[in-house]
Nanobody
């Protein structure tokens, strides 16, 4: 089992940057695929980016390709997402999620463990 705590959200102007972090506690963080999801008011929770357990494989939603970068530091039990060129439509609560697997899940239902979320607000 793994517990996840997100941080790094906040208010930023359009075009700005933020770096989200997700601290994981528990064992064998390097056996978990990790994902960043987001949920805007009135919308479904969607996958933004995902990274395999070793960090060798990544996935990005089309809406964030070229602007967001997911990474992980298995020695520090941490997941990150660098968000650049932020847009008002990126405003949402961002969640990190985990699944024990060697694959790279890209569906919400595949992830088992979830953090509480961190708010990102991008003003125009």
């Amino acid at each position: 089992q793994v517990q996840l705590v997100e941080s790094g959200g906040g208010l930023v102007q359009a075009g700005g940057s933020l770096r989200l972090s997700c601290a994981a506690s528990g064992r064998a963080f390097n056996r978990y695929a990790m994902g960043w999801f987001r949920q805007a008011p009135g919308k479904d929770r969607e996958l933004v980016a995902a990274i395999s357990a070793t960090g060798g494989d990544t996935y990005y939603a089309d809406s964030v390709k070229g602007r967001f970068t997911i990474s992980r530091d298995n020695a520090k039990n941490s997941l990150y997402m660098e968000m650049n060129s932020l847009k008002p439509e990126d405003t949402a609560v961002y969640y990190c999620a985990a699944r024990w697997t060697n694959e790279l899940p890209t569906t919400r239902g595949a992830y088992v463990y979830w953090g509480q979320g961190t708010q990102v607000t991008v003003s125009s």
